[in-house]
């Protein structure tokens, strides 16, 4: 919902970057211990998620350097 909410409002003011850095420093870390436990589950779940929050970075970013 937080990744929607910022491509239609255009507007990421209320993103924390610092919480948004720490899960994907969790995801990451889950990734290669997915990787290390050879479970697939895991590490497509978690990549998913980096995913999306890679992309809430990303656009945050954009709008918040947007005049």
Same mark, same amino acid.
């Given at each position: 919902?937080? =990744?929607?909410?910022?491509i239609k409002e *255009? *507007? $990421?003011q209320s993103i924390?970057? +610092?919480? #948004?850095g /720490?899960? /994907?420093a969790g995801l990451a870390l889950w990734?290669?211990?997915? +990787? *290390?436990?050879?479970?697939? /589950? =895991?590490? /497509? $779940?978690?990549?998913f998620s =980096?995913? #999306?929050n890679v992309l809430i970075v990303i656009f945050t970013i954009k709008y918040r350097t947007k005049k």
């Amino acid at each position: 919902p937080q =990744l929607i909410t910022i491509i239609k409002e *255009k *507007k $990421s003011q209320s993103i924390s970057m +610092f919480t #948004v850095g /720490i899960l /994907i420093a969790g995801l990451a870390l889950w990734i290669a211990y997915g +990787f *290390k436990r050879n479970d697939l /589950i =895991l590490i /497509i $779940s978690n990549t998913f998620s =980096l995913i #999306v929050n890679v992309l809430i970075v990303i656009f945050t970013i954009k709008y918040r350097t947007k005049k």
